[in-house]
């Protein structure tokens, strides 16, 4: 029991600490940087923490979820959307200290409570699971396109770096639905669209 949470463990420890890895380059990264105020740059940069807290929050629920997970195929798709969240940490991550910010100080809430979420739904059943990530990856893809719309338009750097977010999390949410995920209740949606929009404001600034 403890030799199989010790990698689990470090898992968490790396997502929330240490520098993470990517296969892929970063989108936009050959692309100049635009020219931003001082305002302009603090304001991309809390929005690009922002889009890494919910990162972190993806590599946890992944996490619980794969832990639980009764099909291994399933838990490999998991497994496999994980690594892709951990490349948009990266991104996210490398983005933010281009622009002179900084992460989330409340990271490590934000990933303990994701982790104990996702290992809730992987517990009623793989159906329901896959119908909570799906859910999860609409609403990133929304809340993605939201800050796309908002960011100035010169930062064509940052653009880049969400829209690649963004096919990435409909590309989940789609192979969700093909492995037969569950539509929530709208209860739960709800509950999960008002606990987005908390982190969201409390990361935009702490």
């Known amino acids: 029991m403890i030799d199989a949470l010790i990698p689990q463990f470090d898992k968490a420890l790396r997502a929330v600490f ?36 919910g990162e972190i929050c993806a590599q946890a629920l992944y996490q619980g979820q794969a ?13 496999m959307a994980a690594w892709e969240e951990t490349e948009h940490l990266n991104w996210t991550e490398r983005r933010i200290a281009e622009l002179g910010g900084r992460k989330s100080l409340l990271n490590p809430l934000w990933y303990a409570g994701s982790l104990a979420i996702g290992a809730f739904a992987g517990k009623c059943g793989d159906a329901w699971s896959l119908g909570f990530l799906a859910e999860t990856e609409r609403q990133v893809e929304g809340h993605l396109e939201s800050h796309m719309t908002i960011l100035p338009a010169q930062d064509r750097k940052s653009w880049e770096v969400l829209e690649q977010m963004k096919a990435d999390e409909m590309r989940h949410a789609e192979t969700a639905s093909h492995y037969g995920a569950r539509d929530l209740p709208l209860p739960v949606r709800w509950a999960m669209r008002l606990s987005s929009k908390l982190m969201t404001r409390l990361s935009y600034i702490a």
């Open 18 to 53: 240490a520098a993470a890895p990517t296969r892929r380059p970063m989108p936009g990264a050959d692309l100049p940087e635009g020219e931003l105020s001082e305002a302009e740059k603090r304001h991309v940069a809390a929005l690009m923490r922002v889009n890494h807290c």
């Open 67 to 79: 832990l639980s997970s009764r099909d291994p195929a399933v838990k490999r798709e998991l497994e």
